[in-house]
């Protein structure tokens, strides 16, 4: 612990001397009252009524400018009476460095990074690449190179007991630092508890739910099993009642549509296209294989409401074929349309929570690792993850950042998901390569 201590006060000292001559003294620092984030503006130091740029850190701003014995920033610590709680939109702890902000979120897959900009909106990852010392308690400090996956920095260590962890990214070519501590899957930051996180407590990744606020609204015309049919789609919100309008892109399209079978078996992702736009109303030309009962999920963003999920039900008329029993897989590596395809997920046994998935894709015919996987909507892969109770769903495809055009990846491609209780999963992933769309699927026990 000694040692650790060392490097932390040698990185905290470095960090300091190098960018900040005359960093306000904390203890003199005006307080900020402490607020919650419930009907406040995002951050009240985020935004253009002043400018950080050149500036000392702010004085609640962590980086490395506190190993004067003081406590790491005045909202650290879980001091209520200090605490300016920032907005954390992971559920995680957000520091201030420089003109931005990095959120850790500490998770059962390890730390996670968010680098923010000054109201707390992701950045793009591009440009941005970063380092962590971390020291778990009683043994010696790590070094671990942030892995940039999707919307976030991934550093692979094992939260577990106390620890204490100095992140060193550089963003835009400015180099940055800040501390976290923490025990578990809390930082000191977080507090006891972080009722206002919608996704609770932050040691979870944000997972879907169904909407209360929004009802979806689907039908079908002359609805026959292995006819062209079309879907007419709307969304219903209930305060104050009206149409949904306000759809945003979100991974290039304003509105996600999945189609999927009762016993699970089929699976469809689809972009319906915008009837009337200020009526909100979206049609989608679709051939349902069998009759039977579909479940019909739609992901979008709306302005006013956020993300949302809806589900609604569809019955195709005729006799439907025996459902398909949902088994868990037992073989690891599959084949999808020439893509050979190994999961793994960690930890190895799924349960309830946090759980990391990662893709390794070799070409089925040669053996050869991928590595010329196309993003397919802006992201190396979506993975729609759905319960067997066909109601509870993880969001796994990398949200943020998207990939240019001209991205290739693989042949490792990774995803956090959050699965929200035990049982029987089916992981979708998808995956682009040549032009064409690859659909991959598990279903996978947490227990
Ligand atoms: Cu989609």
């Known amino acids: 612990m000694r040692n650790a201590l060392i490097a932390f006060t040698l990185l905290g000292a470095a960090a300091c001397g190098k960018k900040d001559p005359a960093p306000p003294a904390i203890a003199d620092a005006p307080k900020v009252a402490p607020h919650d984030d419930k ?30 014995g003081q406590p790491p920033h005045e909202h650290g610590g879980g001091d209520a009476a200090g605490a300016h709680a920032h907005k954390s939109p992971h559920g995680g702890e957000v520091q201030t460095i420089g003109a931005y902000h990095i959120e850790a979120v500490p998770t059962k897959v390890g730390l996670l ?14 440009g941005i690449s970063g380092k962590l010392t971390f020291a778990a308690e009683g043994k010696e400090p790590v070094e671990v190179v942030l892995e940039p996956m999707g919307n976030h920095l991934h550093a692979n260590v094992v939260l577990d007991g106390a ?21 578990g899957t ?30 979806g609204h689907v039908h079908g015309e002359n609805l026959v099993a ?35 079978s009762e016993d699970m078996s089929f699976f469809a992702h689809e972009h319906p296209e915008i009837a009337d736009a ?51 897989d037992t073989a690891m590596t599959k084949t999808f349309d020439g893509l050979k ?56 495809h990398p949200r943020g950042p998207e990939v240019g055009p001209d991205s290739r990846g693989g042949p490792k491609v990774e995803l956090h998901a959050a699965l929200p209780k035990a049982g029987l999963y089916k992981l979708w992933g998808q995956f682009q390569r040549g032009g064409k769309v690859i659909t991959t699927d598990w279903t996978l026990e947490a227990k």
Do not use: C
């Open 226 to 260: 292995g006819q062209p049919t079309t879907l007419h789609i709307q969304f219903d919100r209930k305060e104050p009642h009206g149409p949904v309008t306000d759809f945003e892109v979100t991974h290039e399209k304003k509105l996600h549509f999945f189609i999927v």
């Open 163 to 183: 620890w204490k962890a100095v992140v060193n990214v550089s963003i835009k070519g400015e180099a940055q630092s800040a501390r976290f501590e923490g025990s």
């Open 341 to 396: 395809v190994t999961i793994a997920t960690t930890p190895a046994t799924l349960g309830a929570g946090d759980a990391l998935i990662a893709y390794t894709l070799e070409d089925a015919a040669t053996g050869a690792p991928v590595t010329d996987l196309q993003p397919y909507l802006g992201a190396m892969a979506h993975l729609f993850i759905l319960h067997q109770d066909l109601t509870s769903m993880a969001h796994a």
């Open 278 to 328: 200020a009526k909100g109303t979206w049609t989608l030309p679709f051939t349902f294989p069998t009759p039977g009962n579909y479940r019909l999920y739609s992901d979008f963003k709306s302005t006013a409401l956020g993300s949302t999920v809806t589900m609604s039900t569809l019955v195709v008329p005729g006799t439907s074929p025996a459902a398909k029993e949902l088994v868990a």
């Open 113 to 126: 990074f968010f680098p923010l900009d000054g109201e707390e909106k992701e950045l793009p990852l591009e």
């Open 39 to 68: 009907g406040q503006p995002p951050h009240e130091h985020g935004g253009a009524d002043h400018d950080d740029k050149g500036q000392p850190p702010h004085e609640h701003g962590g980086a490395g400018h506190d190993d004067k």
């Open 186 to 215: 809390r930082t000191k930051g977080m507090g006891a508890a972080a009722p206002d996180h919608a996704h609770g407590g932050g040691a979870d990744m944000p997972a879907m739910k169904l909407s209360d606020a929004v009802e």
